[in-house]
């Protein structure tokens, strides 16, 4: 029974985890909501083009319309107008190439000499990733039946036909778009950076922390660049999203702030690696006696967290959901608190020159970072 229960239980698990997606597209907005919506698009373009070519026309290959029609409901409107033309040139030159040798020469000969120069034709820069449709359009004609001029013009025409059925579809029924997606990017790695920043300032507040701690926030701030590309991708995804696109007026405003809050994030993500190099390089030293010394830790941990909290209120502020008076309030410590480092750290100096380094590059960090931060409090 314990088994049986065991596996129930397993059988059970895994049902709801599947469901999960579901429930999110239920819930509300996002990215299985998405996912389902282009799901269903796509099947309605390839219903709508067989419903066209194959039951009303009853073309003689009408599966080329919902073949067509289906592959380019894509993720943005742009790309399915783009990858469309891209498509039919391919589709157009396979099927051309094919019927004018298989008119002439048995299918099987056409098939060995044709496929090679369709599959190179596939790789023309100017077909980018669609190049391939060059060789399938080749195999629909030399392995169909009978080669036909008639056959292979109602191929490229019921392929010309699903293409606009597929884009027609994507653009005219609730138009993808991804700001969201952007937005969504930039939140995480804002609050990526600001935790990086507030548990190293955590830690020189204590005066304590172990070399796993200083390695664990310089893994996290070499990922937080990473994450700053991917913002930066879903950002260039979210502009192409909005491109021939009838919806982008609506959210045109929401993609004022990204380039801004982008270059910002991308700035803290490389001082942040900085500051927690420094901290990692110090904590790994044969001699580490008290570092930072007491005068300039608890300033430096009250610079960092300003910093943190700077990044959070700036990226809230871009898109309208942050308070600009605490925003100007914050970068104004942050300054007062970078002119209190730069007075108390001669006093904190040893002769020692890897103390000299490591305070200086702290410093040094700090500077680059607030050069970003003060001008956005205005």
């Not at 039951?55 to 290959?61: G, K």
């Not at 107008?81 to 039919?88: E, S, T, V």
């Not at 993808?176 to 937005?183: K, T, V």
């Not at 943190?308 to 502020?317: G, Q």
């Amino acid at each position: 029974m314990t088994k049986a229960r065991k596996a129930a239980h397993g059988t059970v698990r895994r049902v709801e985890v599947g469901l999960g997606p579901l429930r999110r597209a239920w819930a509300g907005p996002g990215r299985e909501r998405d996912l389902v919506v282009q799901s269903l698009k796509a099947a309605l373009a390839a219903w709508v083009a067989w419903a066209v070519a194959g039951w009303w026309l009853q073309a003689p290959v009408a599966f080329v319309a919902p073949w067509v029609a289906v592959v380019l409901v894509e993720s943005t409107v742009y790309r399915s107008i783009a990858h469309g033309l891209q498509q039919l040139g391919a589709i157009a030159v396979g099927t051309v190439a094919a019927t004018l040798v298989g008119l002439v020469l048995p299918p099987t000969v056409a098939l060995a000499l044709v496929l090679p120069v369709a599959v190179l034709l596939g790789s023309w820069r100017r077909l980018g990733s669609q190049g391939i449709y060059a060789a399938t359009g080749a195999l629909f004609v030399l392995t169909g039946g009978p080669v036909g001029v008639t056959t292979s013009a109602a191929r490229i025409g019921e392929a010309a036909f699903g293409a606009l059925v597929g884009i027609a579809v994507n653009a005219l029924v609730r138009p993808p778009l991804y700001l969201r997606d952007a937005h969504a990017s930039l939140r995480d790695a804002t609050d990526e950076a600001h935790d990086i920043l507030t548990a190293v300032a955590d830690g020189m507040e204590r005066g304590e922390w172990s070399a796993d701690d200083a390695h664990e926030w310089h893994d996290r701030a070499l990922r937080l660049g990473r994450l700053v590309e991917q913002a930066r991708a879903a950002i260039g995804h979210g502009r192409e999203s909005a491109r021939v696109n009838p919806r982008r007026r609506t959210v045109a405003a929401q993609g004022d702030g990204y380039d801004d809050a982008l270059v910002v994030l991308d700035y803290a993500a490389v001082h942040t690696a900085g500051v927690t190099r420094t901290v990692l390089e110090a904590t790994e030293r044969e001699h580490r006696e008290e570092w930072p010394r007491r005068a300039v830790a608890g300033h430096y941990a009250a610079f960092l967290r300003r910093t943190a909290e700077a990044l959070r209120l700036y990226s809230a502020t871009r898109f309208g959901q942050g308070d600009e008076e605490r925003l100007e309030q914050v970068v104004e410590e942050l300054r007062r608190t970078l002119e209190e480092l730069r007075v108390r750290l001669p006093g904190a100096l040893t002769d020692d020159p890897e103390d000299v380094a490591s305070y200086g590059s702290l410093l040094a960090q700090a500077r680059r970072l607030a050069d970003q931060l003060v001008p956005l409090g205005g």
